[in-house]
């Protein structure tokens, strides 16, 4: 392939779909992108936080944030468009 | 006038001379990290917070914001975090963001030797 895909690229066409968001430490959250910035903070609608358990190690904890959410730009490590596959924490929990 | 020039800090007299220099030459993308000898490869990814990453790299940007294909993420030891396992995990079309990211390197023509220091350190025993 000679083209090259510009990194904001790729997450301007994951607008209006489903992303997975991996966080600096070991939390992931997945939800429907509604818009983002120069800072890749994101808006993200329907956002579903997993975390590990503080209470219960080795345990994933799944926490369901109703509204639309502003995530934080500065701990986001790696988007990956679509919800995610089998081996996602998502799947795990 | 001469005494006033001495007093400048050194620096600050540098940065006049650069800004000088760019309002001239047209503005030229520069790093000193050269990923497009690196497009199409496998390339391995390590972020900070220990996360590490291999894929093949389809497109970068000079924040160094990095698009991989066919991710896998390495895991990391549930107990202890800075210990990598050999267990993988697939992520697919990735984006990693460039404030993350602190190596990137190619995976071909990377191979694990023993621990050369370990050697010297039994041989001074």
């Known amino acids: 392939m000679s083209t090259r895909i510009l990194p904001l690229e790729l997450i301007d066409k994951a607008i209006g779909s489903k992303i997975w968001i991996l966080m600096r430490g070991e939390t992931e959250i997945v939800g429907t992108l509604r818009g983002f910035d120069d800072y890749v903070n994101l808006v993200l609608d329907d956002a579903v936080e997993y975390s590990p358990d503080a209470r219960n190690p080795g345990e994933i904890c799944k926490t369901e944030l109703e509204s639309e959410i502003l995530l934080n730009g500065n701990h986001v490590t790696v988007l990956i468009p679509g919800s995610g596959p089998e081996d996602s924490l998502a799947a795990s929990s | ?125």
């Open chain 2, 1 to 125: 006038l001469c005494e006033q020039v001495q007093v400048l800090p050194t620096l600050s007299i540098c940065c006049i001379i650069m800004s000088n220099q760019n309002r001239k030459a047209p503005h030229k993308k520069e790093s000193i990290l050269e990923l497009n000898k690196l497009i199409d490869s496998k390339c391995r990814v390590k972020c900070l917070g220990g996360r590490e990453l291999v894929g093949t790299l389809r497109g970068y940007d000079e924040l160094v914001n990095l698009v991989l294909d066919d991710a896998d993420e390495f895991l990391r030891d549930p107990e202890d975090h800075n210990k990598i396992t050999d267990k993988k995990r697939k992520l697919g079309l990735v984006v990693v963001r460039g404030t993350q990211v602190s190596l990137v390197s190619p995976e071909d023509g990377l191979e694990e030797i023993a621990n050369p220091f370990m050697a010297s350190e039994e041989e001074m025993e």
